[in-house]
């Protein structure tokens, strides 16, 4: 049996819920239609979907066509709600992309049929409310063409409207009017030479034509009023086939959706691809599938096992998430729907210690809508999240009253901005505090606009191992940087590692992540960095008499639209403009519309901030001052580690640089006026590599070559999911296990962290002792804080680096009331001590930090409410304890508890 997933696509207003309506009944699954205005439609089960008359989550429906298995995916329509529909995308075979035959093409339609030509899925195309007054198909048909191309081709007319069964087998495909076929033939040479020859096209020929997005069929109807119902069902039983796949594919499937049941249980929605899921399977390291559920609105059909093309939920499994891939299946691509708009989100009522409940409770939310960005800020103190719009704070608000019972409020919206860089550029970052080392150098190149950031490696094995580039380039890519000017995500630019450099005896995978970002910062600060703020393409229906101050109100926001239309009783203002002065627009515009009104935004990309000198001007971003992202570098001078500024890190750096001062000007033709190789600053430098001796290198190393050394690798090393299963299973236990070791301090309670290794070096007579046996060091140092831990009731943790030990976990333990810790592989002590106390810190615990890195307590902890040690600080305290825990055992007696600055007392029974 054939199994298709098909979604359904369109801007709001376009029939959409009723489409999914018409497909279901005259596919036999309902015995009636649902409607939005009666609130009984079969996929809108969501309580706020159908009070307000939209879809806000994605859901599905499953019935048959034939011998085929169809699974009718919708999707939301509102742009605020455009995440969601991209997740959607993911596990389509096909789409049906909708337009309302009143309002005809949409910017908003421009930009779906983009995303599904960016994905490579085939799309019917549908043409709805044609039964409205003044509707024209015609000139729907040229409208389409003409945005879309000249391979939309009428479909409607060639299969019959009959309202019998359909026909049972694909052999009764009828015969296609000679126009369509002359226009199918006319798609690719071997289809015209078919044609030719005998005068027809076989349907495997057309549908081969349709799966390759060669055309596009077109149907127009009412959905309402089921008119051309029939004729796209019959479309989707005879174009539309199940992909295949190699019988020797082992397990692939995408994870496309977080949610909840009504009575809280995790479900894990994903799309099967090959291969096959079974109940009480383990999927993931000690996380079994306990359930295998198949949706059909609100109701579901549980499973003993999953097969290929069923979407499904799965309960039980907790770590999987929205956008991942399992066995073979590829990488998921890029969404384009990211949030403009950053909220701060409050309980109605309430002070610090409520805000930080509220972030516990509502964690959850990131799992299902991972677009968020939700983040706690323990300064101000306040939550931060991302959204789309106004509608988005709306639902967001309803939502966590309704699942968690908290009213709460929002902050004013925030415009977020991104950065990028307006020329060519060469950071460099070089990290050597005491016992650590790395350099890396980093080309920063520009972008157009809307191809976000890319990475790439320039950089010779030889110089630097494929190991450390694999570090490096994983740093770059797994979070947002901000940038120089305000702070904000940088975007449109390329990265590439040129260099690098290690110690052998001093390096781990931590200081290379300390040494690219601050090249990464230091090339932002060398490039010509520019502010870019979203922009939207505008569309207002209103009544004739509003036009005039509607046009006075845009011109006073410096925004000017094209001349106005008057069309029947409406007029129509369209434009485009930065979101600045339409942000707080869609309020007034209503009350000024009297609610007649209509207005749309169509995103359109980030471009050129209008503003920008006074907005920087207003916010006053210092990127000096911001020490989770230094652009100084840190060297070794005369024994000690010294912070140099990043205009003078040149000065200072031990591999030559790659580009001359010049490099920018030569390849952008300046100068005497010829165009320069752009690889000839490389060859200048004598550190160049050709293109084909790269790729021979990477091939060699990694397999075959793609855009990205990451995708590089994996092709490389890609094997099949069986063989590498236990491998993963092994490492994601690892995590687990580290997460629940991470926990094992209770929140709320006072925790001492302690850098290990600094103490011994700080601390001389531990010094001495590790001179000759540094585990005689390790143990005396945990001696003595065991006896602090004991007398002062506290959670010590100790923290060492375990850089020498490739691939090794974190690994903990209790010793005499110690938590003792070594840190994993390409993590330094000071990063997981960042980490952990910023962790516990927004937990609610009152945390200390001691250690002997000046540098490491400026640049980790600063500002961050944590309590700071220095090394002599920690030994005055040790021997403070030690003195009164002589006193105590001389009189047998006990003293009061205090805290590091005050006196103690030895907790009762505190195990």
Same mark, same amino acid.
């Given at each position: 049996?054939?199994?298709?997933?098909?979604?359904?696509?369109?801007?709001?207003?376009?029939?959409?819920?009723?489409?999914?309506?018409?497909?279901?009944?005259?596919?036999?699954?309902?015995?009636?239609?649902?409607?939005?205005?009666?609130?009984?439609?079969?996929?809108?089960?969501?309580?706020?979907?159908?009070?307000?008359?939209?879809?806000?989550?994605?859901?599905?429906?499953?019935?048959?066509?034939?011998?085929?298995?169809?699974?009718?995916?919708?999707?939301?329509?509102?742009?605020?709600?455009?995440?969601?529909?991209?997740?959607?995308?993911?596990?389509?075979?096909?789409?049906?992309?909708?337009?309302?035959?009143?309002?005809?093409?949409?910017?908003?339609?421009?930009?779906?049929?983009?995303?599904?030509?960016?994905?490579?899925?085939?799309?019917?195309?549908?043409?709805?409310?044609?039964?409205?007054?003044?509707?024209?198909?015609?000139?729907?048909?040229?409208?389409?063409?003409?945005?879309?191309?000249?391979?939309?081709?009428?479909?409607?007319?060639?299969?019959?409207?009959?309202?019998?069964?359909?026909?049972?087998?694909?052999?009764?495909?009828?015969?296609?009017?000679?126009?369509?076929?002359?226009?199918?033939?006319?798609?690719?040479?071997?289809?015209?030479?078919?044609?030719?020859?005998?005068?027809?096209?076989?349907?495997?020929?057309?549908?081969?034509?349709?799966?390759?997005?060669?055309?596009?069929?077109?149907?127009?109807?009412?959905?309402?009023?089921?008119?051309?119902?029939?004729?796209?069902?019959?479309?989707?039983?005879?174009?539309?086939?199940?992909?295949?796949?190699?019988?020797?594919?082992?397990?692939?499937?995408?994870?496309?959706?977080?949610?909840?049941?009504?009575?809280?249980?995790?479900?894990?929605?994903?799309?099967?691809?090959?291969?096959?899921?079974?109940?009480?399977?383990?999927?993931?390291?000690?996380?079994?599938?306990?359930?295998?559920?198949?949706?059909?609105?609100?109701?579901?059909?549980?499973?003993?096992?999953?097969?290929?093309?069923?979407?499904?939920?799965?309960?039980?499994?907790?770590?999987?998430?929205?956008?991942?891939?399992?066995?073979?299946?590829?990488?998921?691509?890029?969404?384009?729907?990211?949030?403009?708009?950053?909220?701060?989100?409050?309980?109605?009522?309430?002070?610090?210690?409520?805000?930080?409940?509220?972030?516990?409770?509502?964690?959850?939310?990131?799992?299902?809508?991972?677009?968020?960005?939700?983040?706690?800020?323990?300064?101000?103190?306040?939550?931060?999240?991302? !959204?789309? %719009? #106004?509608? &988005?704070?709306? +639902? /967001?608000?309803? $939502?966590?009253? =309704?699942? @968690?019972?908290?009213?709460?409020?929002?902050?004013?919206?925030?415009?977020?901005?991104?950065?990028?860089?307006?020329?060519?550029?060469?950071?460099?970052?070089?990290?050597?505090?005491?016992?650590?080392?790395?350099?890396?150098?980093?080309?920063?190149?520009?972008?157009?606009?809307?191809?976000?950031?890319?990475?790439?490696?320039?950089?010779?094995?030889?110089? !630097?191992? %494929? #190991?450390? &580039?694999?570090? +490096? /380039?994983?740093? $770059?890519?797994? =979070?947002? @940087?901000?940038?120089?000017?305000?702070?904000?995500?940088?975007?449109?630019?390329?990265?590439?590692?040129?260099?690098?450099?290690?110690?052998?005896?001093?390096?781990?995978?931590?200081?290379?992540?300390?040494?690219?970002?601050?090249?990464?910062?230091?090339?932002?600060?060398?490039?010509?960095?520019?502010?870019?703020?979203?922009?939207?393409?505008?569309?207002?229906?209103?009544?004739?008499?509003?036009?005039?101050?509607?046009?006075?109100?845009?011109?006073?926001?410096?925004?000017?639209?094209?001349?106005?239309?008057?069309?029947?009783?409406?007029?129509?203002?369209?434009?485009?403009?930065?979101?600045?002065?339409?942000?707080?627009?869609?309020?007034?515009?209503?009350?000024?519309?009297?609610?007649?009104?209509?207005?749309?935004?169509?995103?359109?990309?980030?471009?050129?901030?209008?503003?920008?000198?006074?907005?920087?001007?207003?916010?006053?971003?210092?990127?000096?001052?911001?020490?989770?992202?230094?652009?100084?570098?840190?060297?070794?001078?005369?024994?000690?580690?010294?912070?140099?500024?990043?205009?003078?890190?040149?000065?200072?750096?031990?591999?030559?640089?790659?580009?001359?001062?010049?490099?920018?000007?030569?390849?952008?033709?300046?100068?005497?006026?010829?165009?320069?190789?752009?690889?000839?600053?490389?060859?200048?430098?004598?550190?160049?590599?050709?293109?084909?001796?790269?790729?021979?290198?990477?091939?060699?190393?990694?397999?075959?070559?793609?855009?990205?050394?990451?995708?590089?690798?994996?092709?490389?090393?890609?094997?099949?999911?069986?063989?590498?299963?236990?491998?993963?299973?092994?490492?994601?236990?690892?995590?687990?296990?580290?997460?629940?070791?991470?926990?094992?301090?209770?929140?709320?309670?006072?925790?001492?962290?302690?850098?290990?290794?600094?103490?011994?070096?700080?601390?001389?007579?531990?010094?001495?002792?590790?001179?000759?046996?540094?585990?005689?060091?390790?143990?005396?140092?945990?001696?003595?804080?065991?006896?602090?831990?004991?007398?002062?009731?506290?959670?010590?943790?100790?923290?060492?680096?375990?850089?020498?030990?490739?691939?090794?976990?974190?690994?903990?333990?209790?010793?005499?009331?110690?938590?003792?810790?070594?840190?994993?592989?390409?993590?330094?002590?000071?990063?997981?001590?960042?980490?952990?106390?910023?962790?516990?810190?927004?937990?609610?615990?009152?945390?200390?930090?001691?250690?002997?890195?000046?540098?490491?307590?400026?640049?980790?902890?600063?500002?961050?409410?944590?309590?700071?040690?220095?090394?002599?600080?920690?030994?005055?305290?040790?021997?403070?304890?030690?003195?009164?825990?002589?006193?105590?055992?001389?009189?047998?007696?006990?003293?009061?508890?205090?805290?590091?600055?005050?006196?103690?007392?030895?907790?009762?029974?505190?195990?």
């Amino acid at each position: 049996m054939e199994r298709l997933v098909i979604g359904i696509l369109a801007p709001v207003d376009a029939g959409k819920t009723s489409l999914s309506e018409a497909l279901l009944y005259r596919g036999g699954l309902l015995r009636s239609p649902g409607r939005v205005d009666h609130r009984d439609s079969y996929l809108d089960t969501e309580r706020l979907e159908r009070e307000r008359g939209i879809t806000i989550f994605s859901k599905q429906a499953v019935f048959s066509l034939g011998e085929k298995t169809i699974t009718l995916l919708d999707t939301p329509g509102h742009a605020d709600f455009s995440a969601e529909m991209e997740r959607a995308l993911s596990v389509l075979d096909y789409a049906i992309l909708l337009i309302s035959g009143t309002d005809g093409v949409q910017g908003y339609t421009k930009t779906l049929f983009r995303l599904l030509e960016s994905r490579g899925i085939p799309c019917f195309f549908f043409v709805n409310k044609m039964d409205r007054p003044g509707t024209d198909r015609a000139k729907r048909l040229a409208e389409l063409r003409e945005s879309f191309g000249s391979e939309i081709l009428d479909f409607s007319s060639a299969l019959s409207e009959g309202e019998g069964e359909l026909m049972p087998e694909p052999a009764d495909f009828p015969s296609l009017p000679p126009e369509l076929l002359e226009s199918l033939s006319l798609t690719e040479e071997s289809t015209m030479e078919e044609y030719l020859s005998s005068g027809k096209l076989s349907l495997s020929r057309i549908q081969e034509l349709f799966q390759k997005r060669q055309f596009f069929p077109l149907f127009f109807g009412s959905a309402l009023k089921m008119e051309g119902i029939s004729p796209l069902l019959l479309g989707i039983f005879f174009l539309m086939k199940a992909p295949s796949f190699p019988a020797s594919r082992g397990l692939s499937a995408r994870v496309f959706k977080i949610s909840r049941d009504e009575k809280g249980r995790r479900l894990s929605f994903l799309k099967l691809r090959s291969g096959k899921i079974q109940k009480r399977q383990e999927l993931l390291p000690g996380e079994k599938i306990t359930g295998i559920r198949l949706y059909s609105g609100a109701g579901y059909e549980e499973l003993s096992e999953a097969e290929p093309g069923m979407l499904v939920a799965l309960t039980g499994i907790r770590s999987l998430y929205a956008g991942q891939s399992i066995g073979e299946e590829g990488e998921e691509s890029r969404s384009s729907s990211g949030a403009v708009l950053e909220y701060s989100l409050y309980p109605a009522e309430g002070g610090e210690e409520e805000i930080r409940e509220l972030y516990r409770r509502i964690r959850e939310l990131s799992e299902e809508f991972p677009e968020l960005h939700l983040s706690y800020d323990s300064e101000i103190p306040e939550i931060r999240l991302r !959204l789309m %719009g #106004e509608v &988005q704070t709306e +639902i /967001l608000g309803e $939502l966590i009253r =309704e699942r @968690f019972g908290t009213e709460v409020r929002f902050g004013e919206g925030r415009i977020l901005y991104r950065e990028t860089i307006g020329r060519i550029a060469e950071g460099v970052g070089h990290f050597e505090p005491l016992r650590h080392y790395a350099e890396v150098h980093l080309l920063l190149e520009p972008l157009p606009r809307g191809s976000g950031t890319k990475l790439r490696t320039l950089c010779p094995l030889d110089t !630097l191992s %494929g #190991e450390k &580039q694999r570090q +490096i /380039l994983e740093l $770059l890519s797994s =979070e947002e @940087f901000p940038g120089v000017l305000g702070g904000f995500p940088i975007t449109d630019l390329r990265i590439s590692l040129l260099s690098g450099k290690a110690s052998e005896k001093h390096t781990d995978g931590g200081d290379f992540r300390e040494a690219a970002i601050r090249a990464l910062r230091q090339g932002l600060r060398r490039a010509e960095s520019l502010l870019l703020e979203p922009w939207y393409r505008y569309r207002m229906e209103l009544p004739p008499e509003s036009l005039g101050r509607a046009m006075t109100e845009l011109s006073k926001r410096g925004l000017e639209p094209a001349s106005p239309e008057i069309r029947g009783e409406s007029a129509f203002l369209s434009g485009e403009g930065p979101l600045s002065p339409l942000f707080s627009y869609e309020r007034e515009f209503r009350e000024m519309s009297r609610g007649r009104g209509k207005l749309s935004m169509d995103f359109l990309g980030y471009r050129s901030c209008p503003g920008e000198r006074e907005l920087l001007s207003e916010w006053g971003y210092d990127p000096d001052s911001d020490l989770r992202y230094p652009s100084s570098s840190v060297f070794c001078l005369h024994g000690s580690s010294r912070i140099i500024p990043w205009d003078q890190v040149e000065k200072y750096m031990h591999l030559p640089p790659y580009l001359e001062r010049k490099r920018g000007e030569e390849e952008s033709g300046e100068g005497d006026g010829t165009r320069r190789d752009p690889e000839e600053g490389f060859r200048k430098a004598g550190h160049y590599i050709g293109d084909q001796e790269l790729e021979e290198i990477f091939v060699r190393t990694y397999g075959p070559v793609r855009d990205r050394a990451a995708e590089a690798e994996a092709a490389g090393k890609r094997m099949s999911f069986e063989k590498t299963r236990a491998e993963n299973l092994r490492r994601e236990r690892e995590k687990r296990e580290e997460r629940e070791k991470k926990d094992a301090p209770e929140r709320g309670e006072e925790a001492l962290i302690v850098d290990g290794y600094n103490m011994i070096y700080a601390f001389p007579a531990l010094r001495k002792i590790a001179e000759e046996n540094l585990d005689s060091a390790r143990e005396k140092l945990l001696e003595r804080l065991s006896n602090y831990r004991a007398y002062s009731g506290k959670n010590v943790i100790l923290v060492f680096d375990a850089y020498r030990l490739e691939r090794h976990p974190v690994e903990t333990a209790l010793r005499s009331g110690v938590r003792v810790v070594f840190t994993k592989e390409a993590q330094t002590a000071d990063r997981y001590i960042e980490e952990l106390s910023r962790r516990l810190s927004e937990e609610g615990g009152r945390v200390e930090v001691a250690s002997g890195d000046r540098l490491v307590q400026l640049i980790a902890w600063s500002g961050r409410g944590v309590s700071i040690l220095s090394a002599a600080d920690l030994e005055r305290e040790l021997e403070r304890v030690e003195e009164e825990i002589r006193r105590e055992h001389l009189r047998f007696d006990s003293a009061p508890r205090g805290s590091l600055s005050g006196r103690g007392i030895l907790p009762d029974e505190k195990s």
